[in-house]
C-alpha cells in the first residue's frame, strides 16, 4: 500500500513537471542564432555599461564600440596603456563575446596635455549652463587632448548643438 502511493506521487511529479515543459514547446519560441546566443544590441548595451562601471574610466578616456556576430571592435582613445588593456577585458568576460579587436589608442603622457584637459574640464563643467552634465556619475562630455590639441567626445547622450559650441568655446 505504501509502495502504490509512493509510485502514484512520483507518477504525478513526473506528470507535473513535464507540463510547462510541454506548454513552453507549444508556444513556437524562436529557433534560430537569436534564441540561442545574445544579441549585438545586447552584448553592446552591456559592454557600456561595465566600462561605465570600470573605476579608471574618466571623462578624459573616450571608448567607442562596435559588435557584429558576436564580435566586437573597441576603438577610441584612453589616456593610460593599462586602461586599454582593463577595457579589453572587461569586454571579453561580457557574456556572447567571442572576440575583441582592441583599436584603442593610448594618448601620449604629456604634463602639457593634463594641464590642457584639466583647464577644460574646469571651463566645461564650471559653466551655468553644462554644470547638469557634471554633476552625473558619468559625465556625457568627454575630453580628448592629443599633442596639445581638444576633442570632444559624447556617450550615449544628445547635447543641444548650442551647448556643444558653448562646451567648444
Known amino acids: 500500500m505504501k509502495r502504490d502511493r509512493s509510485v502514484g506521487l512520483g507518477l504525478l511529479v ?20 537569436e534564441s540561442s546566443s545574445i544579441t549585438d544590441d545586447k552584448i553592446l548595451l552591456e559592454a557600456g555599461r561595465q566600462i561605465r562601471r570600470y573605476a579608471f574610466y574618466s571623462i578624459f578616456d573616450n571608448v567607442l564600440l562596435e559588435a557584429r556576430d558576436g564580435r566586437v571592435v573597441v576603438s577610441g582613445e584612453v589616456m593610460h596603456p593599462w586602461r586599454s588593456k582593463d577595457i579589453e577585458r572587461i569586454v571579453l568576460r561580457i557574456s556572447g563575446v567571442r572576440s575583441v579587436e582592441n583599436r584603442l589608442e593610448v594618448l601620449p603622457l604629456s604634463p602639457f596635455d593634463d594641464e590642457i584637459r584639466y583647464r577644460v574640464a574646469r571651463a566645461i563643467y564650471k559653466d551655468p549652463g553644462l554644470q547638469r552634465y557634471g554633476i552625473q556619475a558619468n559625465p556625457p562630455i568627454h575630453i580628448v587632448v592629443r599633442f596639445a590639441a581638444t576633442y570632444f567626445g559624447l556617450e550615449n547622450k544628445l547635447l543641444v548643438e548650442t551647448e556643444m559650441r558653448r562646451a567648444a568655446s
Open 14 to 33: 513526473l506528470v507535473l513537471g513535464a507540463v510547462p515543459a510541454w506548454a513552453s514547446e507549444s508556444k513556437g519560441s524562436p529557433v534560430g542564432p
